[in-house]
């Protein structure tokens, strides 16, 4: 439910042929959905509405060479500005598999009264926040009862597969598992941006979040709760 799988349109696939090769990864990892998520920040990545839809219809023509199972949505991993809102609602921007969620992004250094007013404004508007990977935003990172917070506010968790599996250092593991012992998470993203470097690894993800919380806990995480996002509903 967080990718940059679409080639051609951020800093995640190159090319047809890499997202092709990424998206044999994912299926041989046991994915079968997957919610592509390009990036949309001003001044960094601003790619047209139009050319995203065009590279996403290339990725729909080889899907069924990957799996005929292999179901994919788009979405959009949007940088939070102060226009996002009115963005979303005349559809320059978009939801999650054309959801109410919103995988909202905050830069490192917002601070927690910014990151509160962002998540307030979506969720008055109607629409379901997913705060994307929040282990990088230190104004969160580690402090277990903002996290509460904004969940309580209305926000949803999202983390990469690489905090998890400890890919990003132990430290980072050891957020991700007290994170799901207080049970705060509601989502796993790969947050996958190639194939050589930045590759998706929601399996390994997968088995260590099955080691640590059980298969039960594992099931909800990676195949429920982003199931309601592409089914349009919502526990909240
Ligand atoms: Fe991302």
Redesign the pocket.
Known sequence: M???IVPGVDD?SKSLEESQKMLRKEYADGVRNIIL?P?FRYRMFEPSAELVQQQYEKLLAIAPSVGKDLKLYLGC?LHTSMDMVDCLKNGTRLTMAGSRYVLA?FSGGDDKAYIKERVQQLKFNGFLPIM??VERYRAVMGDLDFIEELRDFGAFIQINADTISGRDGFGMKRFAKKLMKEDLLDFV?S?G?GIKERTPEIGKAYEQVVKVMGEGYAKRIFVTNPGRIVAGGSNR
Request: hydrophobic share 10%.
């Open positions: 967080h990718c940059h995640g998520t990036h991993e992004e994307a990977h993203g947050d941006h």
